[in-house]
Structure formats: C-alpha cells, structure tokens
C-alpha cells in the first residue's frame, strides 16, 4: 500500500544528543514536510522541500536539520541546540501542484514521539 | 504568531448534535481552506476542503462554512456520532507549498 512511514514511533534522548527522524514515502510525491505538533499549538512547520537535493526552512527550522538526497526520503535531525526537543514530529508529503487533480492534499505519516529525559 | 487562529480549543456535543468548529485569518492571500482531522496517535488526514470562491461545501455530515469578507470560515459536524471523537484543525494555504494550521480543538461526542 501506499503512504508514509515514520521511524521509530517513540524515541527517548538524552540531553545534548543529536537524534535522526526517519520518513520515508512511496506515494511518488514531489514535495515532503516535517511539523512539530504540541499540545494547544497545532502543527508548526519545521522544513519543507519541494524537490530532490533542495529544502527550505519552515517557521521554527532552529535547531533543526534536514536532507533530501533522494525523492523518497527525507530525515530529519533534532540536534543539541534545539532547546525544547520533546514534542511528536509529524512528516507529511504532497504531489506537487499541476501534476495532480487534487488541490494538494498532505498525507501525513503516524508519527515520531521524541521524549528528552 | 499563529497565521490562522481557532477556536474553541475543546468542545463536547451529544450524540446526534451539531459541532461547531470556527477559524479566522488574516492573510488576504491565502487560497485553500482544508480540514484534517487526527486520531489519537496518528497522523491527521484530510476531511474537507474549500476554495474562497465558494460559500458553502458539503460531504456528508460535514460543512464548511467560508465568508471570504469576514476573513472567517468554519466546520459543522451535523449529526455527531463517538466516531467523530476526534482533534480537528483548520488550516490555511499560500502559495503551492506552505500550510498553516490553527491551534486544534479537540471534540468528544458523548453517546
């Protein structure tokens, strides 16, 4: 079936460590996200890209990094500087725009809960 | 700053009442107004979606109320079942890439 997989589902770190979100999607869309959910705050964006080998920052990319080194994938990684870690990550992609019927709908994988002890 | 502010943030209805969702925006240039709703430990999906240049949108039990003046637009859940229990956020679109999402409301519909 089709859809988004998110690596692990809970991850628990330590302080001052670097942890990397896996997402991988087989929907063959163009554009791939990542959102920080917190309670009461809805879904923020971190990082989007839009297309292989390119992203570009969201509205709390800091302490944040991503890659896009091919279509399917496109980990994300909490270092030690983001300073309040703990949240559920969510990656979503889309077709891009043009290419489909649809108005762009975001498919969003389960979910990564990060938990800093 | 949350581009698209929502309210309430919870809400509770009893089975076969109506749920009122209500968002408002500021952003002029937004395009496309959706609805996800999320489950408990999974990823939101999309419910519902409306462009500007229409008032109302209908599928099934659900409603999207839009009043491009106001810069407000809203979901009604008709005839709430347990299995609506859910969180609900509205959302906003500029551009091909980039959605914003209001805060979520959470409703539990009792039986």
């Known amino acids: 079936d089709g859809g988004i997989t998110q690596s692990p589902k809970y991850l628990f770190r330590k302080e001052g460590q670097n942890v990397t979100l896996s997402c991988e999607q087989n929907l063959n869309h163009d554009a791939m996200y990542w959102y920080r959910q917190d309670p009461g705050q809805g879904l923020r964006l971190i990082y989007y890209?839009?297309?292989?080998?390119?992203?570009q920052k969201g509205d709390i990319a800091e302490g944040y990094s991503v890659s896009r080194e091919k279509k399917e994938s496109f980990p994300l990684t909490v270092t030690s500087a983001q300073k309040n870690p703990t949240a559920f990550y969510l990656c979503?992609?889309?077709?891009?725009?043009?290419?489909?019927?649809?108005?762009?709908?975001?498919?969003f994988g389960e979910g990564s809960r990060l938990t800093v002890l | 700053q949350q581009q698209v502010k929502q309210s309430p943030q919870s809400l509770i209805v009893q089975k076969g009442g109506i749920s009122i969702i209500n968002c408002a925006y500021e952003?002029?240039?937004?395009?496309?107004f959706p609805w996800y709703q999320q489950f408990p430990g999974k990823g939101p999906a999309l419910l519902i979606a409306i462009r500007p240049d229409v008032s109302e949108k209908k599928e099934g039990r659900f409603t999207i109320s839009f009043n491009k003046s106001a810069k407000q637009f809203s979901l009604h859940i008709m005839d709430s079942q347990p299995g609506d229990s859910a969180t609900y956020f509205c959302?906003?679109?500029?551009?091909?890439?980039?959605?914003?999402f209001g805060a979520g409301t959470t409703v539990t519909v009792r039986a």
């Open positions: 952003n002029t240039a937004f395009d496309y």
């Open positions: 979503a992609s889309r077709a891009q725009s043009g290419r489909s019927l649809n108005t762009g709908e975001l498919f």
């Open positions: 959302a906003a679109r500029e551009g091909d890439y980039k959605l914003s």
């Open positions: 890209s839009q297309i292989v080998n390119d992203f």
